[in-house]
């Protein structure tokens, strides 16, 4: 399945919701953010998110680039990864994270070739170590999205 597939040309909040659902549930997970790049600020955008606490939604909203698991994956223009958000002791995610009661996460960067358009992110509930392959899947599904992430 691909969830990108039935999205229009123009996507609206509602299609992006379907989409992040549909991702989410193609990689078994239970959470999940998509965020748009503003050009005027240069911080991600929040577009779509599930099972975030809506205590976080104000940290979530606009995320510096380099900051948290979404803006470093922004910031490097690769996937990051954190086996266990609730023991991880490397620095990347905000301490705010841990009230997601996520484990497994994976953040990609959304690129329209170099470009950077923004970051998709998936979470598990338990402990998980996503493989080359998923993470080559979510990069995949964040570069048949990118186009239609941007600004109109």
């Known amino acids: 399945m691909n969830p ?3 999205l229009s040309p123009q996507p609206d909040s509602a299609e992006w919701s379907r989409f992040l659902d549909d991702t ?8 999940g953010t998509l965020h748009r790049l503003d050009p005027a600020d240069q911080h991600l955008k929040l577009v779509a998110h599930r099972g975030i606490p809506e205590a976080l939604m104000p940290v979530i909203g606009s995320i510096p680039i380099g900051k948290g698991i979404a803006g470093t994956a922004a910031q490097r223009l ?6 266990n958000l609730q023991t991880d002791t490397s620095g990347v995610a905000k301490p705010g994270a841990k009230q997601t009661h996520v484990q497994g996460s994976l953040a990609v960067p ?3 070739g170099s470009r950077l358009c923004g970051t998709l992110g998936v979470g598990k509930l338990e ?4 493989s080359d392959a998923e993470k080559a899947r979510l990069m995949d599904l964040g570069r048949a999205i990118a186009g239609r992430l941007l600004p109109a």
């Open 127 to 130: 402990p998980y170590d996503f």
């Open 24 to 31: 989410i549930a193609a990689f078994d997970c239970t959470t």
């Open 78 to 83: 690769e996937p990051v990864e954190i086996c």
């Open 110 to 112: 959304v690129l329209d």
């Open 4 to 6: 990108a597939a039935s």
